[in-house]
């Protein structure tokens, strides 16, 4: 753990097996791609085992299995109607996936798949290619409308439509650095304070003590937000694409 | 025996057409129901700050990034640059204001539904 003491340090990626290139391609297991699997595993096994009595009456595990599937259909419901029903198994994927490492996250000596801008940017590329491309399968080229605001006179549009196509283009960063953001934020502060406790050593390292502990219930809070966030948006940008308005 | 079964099994499917009934009625209310009232987010202070914060800088680095790949492609440096920051920085502040109009429906549609402190007690 001698590089363990700056607080970026639990962001670095380590190569755990080593697999040769294949077409310039490297596919070694890093500790990124195992987070994501056993993140992937986890899901799966809770919603698979929560399920497997499918009692008419739930207990605990189906409880939370069933709750979490009426929150996302709640949540598409309200935000797309029911023509966003077909893309519950895509939005629901993503919510518990973007859940599930978060709080993976939160488990000491893990690493945090979400706190690495290339795999939030990743997930929220796959939102922003899948809205478009359902807005131009929906509307075919009606969908280019959407780049143009009503009521607007001619000489206007030359000006509004660019910064429109560039107000949708921002989507997927804003999406992806608010996600990536909060996790390496919250992650880097508790290391920081960890720290402190160190360095202060019994008498003084209380205090920071005291507020780590505070700091975990924060960003426990946060890491629900944060999958909350992520997933209600892609619902709201979603609903723009099937209905065609701001 | 045969009879008084017939007759159970009578009503019981008119109280099951009646529910069938029931059940459909509240789906349709469910459907109709408008994507305007969509869930909202939770705000804090520091929440809003970072969303709007995020807004702005991700249309000036988006406009930014575009220009300067189009220069590079084109070989015009600083005319695409300057374009797309500028339209960029517009970008930005569009969906800071669209935000912000967002969030200002949400907590009037709050203090509508009598709940107007829900906005700042959330989180």
Known sequence: ?246 | MTLWYAMTEDKDRASLRKLDRRLRKAQKTRQDRLPEDRTRLPNTSMGLALRLGVELVTGLAVGGGIGWLLDQWLGTLPLFLLLFFFLGAAAGIMNVFRTAKEISLAAELDEENGNGDATDSGQ
């Open chain 1, 1 to 246: 753990m001698a590089q363990g003491h700056s607080p970026l340090a639990q962001f670095e990626i380590h190569k755990l097996v080593e697999i040769s290139p294949i077409g310039g391609v490297d596919p070694s297991l890093t500790n990124s791609g195992l987070f994501m699997i056993i993140v992937a595993t986890l899901v799966t096994g809770f919603l698979v085992v929560g399920m497997r009595q499918h009692a008419m009456i739930p207990g605990r595990w189906q409880s939370m299995a069933e709750l979490s599937y009426e929150f996302i259909a709640n949540m598409i419901r309200d935000n797309v109607g029911s023509e966003g029903r077909r893309y519950f198994p895509f939005i629901f994927t993503l919510f518990m996936f973007i859940l599930f490492a978060n709080l993976v996250g939160m488990v000491p000596y893990t690493f945090t798949v979400t706190s690495h801008i290339i795999v939030t940017f990743a997930l929220a590329a796959v939102v922003f290619i899948g809205v478009t491309l359902i807005g131009f399968a929906r509307h075919g080229l009606g969908f280019v409308k959407y780049f143009v605001p009503d009521g607007v006179p001619g000489y206007l549009l030359v000006l509004l439509v660019p910064i429109e196509i560039l107000s949708y283009l921002t989507r997927p960063i804003s999406l992806s650095v608010r996600l990536f953001a909060n996790m390496m934020a919250g992650h880097t502060m508790l290391k920081v304070f960890g720290g402190f406790v160190v360095s202060l050593g019994f008498i003084g390292g209380w205090a920071p003590l005291a507020f780590i502990v505070a700091l975990t219930g924060l960003e426990l809070g946060i890491a629900f937000l944060q999958a909350y966030v992520f997933t209600i948006l892609s619902c709201i940008y979603l609903n723009d694409a099937v209905h065609l308005h701001h």
